[in-house]
């Protein structure tokens, strides 16, 4: 009954290749994102979908392409990779329209470039 | 604003005392505002959240206090278990960006002594 899940938990992967992250939730939500959490911990938000349109693209280079094929999914494929796309790269799901639209964060997708 | 390169500020408290985590926010315009926990290897959880319009809300153990004015808001725990270590992160919500952006803080790590 897990509401925001990730694959896969762990990536490890040499430069230059080319990458999915899926994500899913089962809560019911329209919006969902990706964000990006560096060593230090800092979380970034890079994506942002509303009834799988894209509502925010926070300055992400163009070698990361989200896909949403429903509400319920968004994946994030990233091509020709670099060692500076190592992170930890959270999905989230949250319904919109509400005054409070409190953000569910799945477990994570730690990625290690090689 | 973004983190430059920061250490993750780091609280020590004993258990049983309370514990006060600030953050200054960077937004004027912000007028929602979320803590967040985040235990190692996992995403970040929702703690408690206050509207712009209320300076003070209490949940169980935990209160939000905000102060426009400043731009501060501060997390008070009260009675600080070994459960309550973590990192603790506000988010505030642009009210230009609608319901879809929030921007993080950079952080605070809290370790509770037994």
């Known amino acids: 009954d897990t509401a925001v899940s990730q694959t896969p938990k762990y990536l490890v992967t040499q430069m230059g290749n080319d990458k999915s992250i899926k994500c899913e939730q089962n809560l019911g939500h329209d919006t969902m994102y990706w964000y990006k959490q560096d060593s230090k911990k800092f979380l970034k938000i890079m994506f942002s979908y509303n009834n799988k349109e894209l509502i925010i693209n926070e300055t992400v280079p163009n070698r990361f392409s989200p896909k949403s094929p429903d509400k319920a999914h968004l994946n994030l494929h990233i091509n020709s990779l670099e060692l500076g796309d190592s992170a930890v790269y959270f999905c989230?799901?949250?319904?919109?329209?509400?005054?409070?639209?409190?953000?569910?964060f799945g477990p994570g997708t730690r990625l290690t470039v090689l | 604003g973004e983190s430059v390169g920061l250490h993750l500020p780091t609280l020590s408290v004993q258990e049983g005392d309370n514990s006060i985590i600030n953050c200054a926010y960077s937004?004027?315009?912000?007028?929602?505002f979320i803590w967040y926990k985040q235990e190692s290897g996992k995403g970040p959880q929702f703690i408690i959240d206050i509207r712009s319009n209320m300076d003070k809300r209490q949940g169980q153990r935990v209160t939000v206090l905000l102060n426009k004015t400043v731009k501060h808001l501060s997390l008070q725990i009260a009675a600080t278990q070994p459960g309550d270590s973590a990192v603790y992160f506000c988010a505030e919500r642009p009210r230009t960006s609608g319901t879809y952006k929030y921007i993080f803080g950079t952080g605070t790590r809290l370790k509770v002594l037994a």
């Open positions: 937004n004027s315009a912000s007028d929602y």
């Open positions: 989230a799901s949250s319904h919109s329209g509400l005054i409070s639209n409190e953000q569910f």
